[in-house]
C-alpha cells in the first residue's frame, strides 16, 4: 500500500478546477471528480486520462487529539522544526492511500500538488520525504 501525505490550511487550498488544471500539464488529463474538498472525502475520486485510480482519503483536523499526537512525533523527527511549522500553519493533513502500484505514482503527483498549490507540506512516509512549501 503507498500512502502519501497532506498538510494544508483549508482556506489556502485553490478550487478543484485549479489542481487538475495543474495536474494535466504533463499531457495527462488527470481530474478529481466531484466538489467537495480532499478533506471531505472518503474516496479520491481520481481519473487519469478517464480510468479510474482507486484511493481513499482520511483527514486529521487541527482541533482532534490526533493533532498533538502529530506535534509531539514532529519533536523527535530528524526535521522537527519543519514539521512543527507545518503544524502550525496548517490546519488538516489529508492521508492518501492506494493499493494499486500502478496507480501510485499519480496519487503521489496529487498529493503533492495539492502541498505546493496550498503552500503547505508534502510527506512520503515510506520514502522519509518531507517537503515543506510553505516557507
Known sequence: MAEFHVFYKKSA??????INRA?????????LQGDAAPHERTDLALQVDGKP???SVSAVDASSPTWAELRAAALDSEQGAAR????KNCDVRVT???DDADGAKWVRDVARNMGLLSCGAYENPS????????R
Open 13 to 18: 487550498l485553490p478550487p478543484l478546477a485549479e
Open 23 to 31: 495536474m494535466c500539464s504533463r499531457g495527462f488529463v488527470i481530474e
Open 53 to 55: 485510480v482507486p484511493a
Open 84 to 87: 512543527l511549522s507545518v503544524l
Open 96 to 98: 492518501l492511500r492506494t
Open 127 to 134: 520514502a522519509s520525504k518531507f517537503i515543506n512549501y510553505g
